[in-house]
């Protein structure tokens, strides 16, 4: 197994949603990263340079990031580019 470990930052938009529904986004997280074929390890909202840091598995990188590439591309969970 392969452990990933996934950092970004949420758009400005979305920032804004999460604090007016503000909610657990963890289940939204792992749904994407168990389709993918991986497994979620740990899922962290943090302070600084990022907004979250995920920790996952899979047999193969490819697919887990190919996912979070495509999710990070919809307004389910944007993300910024580090």
């Known amino acids: 197994m392969i452990?990933?470990?996934?950092r970004g930052?949420?758009?400005?938009?979305y920032l804004k949603?999460?604090?007016g529904a503000p909610e657990d986004r963890e289940p939204v997280v792992r749904k994407?990263?168990?389709?993918?074929g991986g497994k979620v390890i740990s899922?962290?909202?943090t302070?600084?340079?990022t907004d979250f840091l995920l920790i996952s598995e899979a047999n193969e990188a490819e697919?887990?990031?190919?996912s979070l590439l495509a999710v990070s591309a919809t307004a389910q969970f944007p993300m910024s580019a580090l």
Do not use: K, W
Request: proline content about 0%; aromatic content about 14%.
């Open 47 to 49: 302070t600084g340079e």
């Open 9 to 13: 930052r949420f758009t400005h938009d």
């Open 17 to 19: 949603g999460l604090l």
């Open 32 to 36: 994407v990263v168990e389709a993918a």
């Open 43 to 45: 899922f962290y909202f």
């Open 3 to 6: 452990r990933l470990v996934t």
């Open 63 to 66: 697919s887990v990031i190919g």
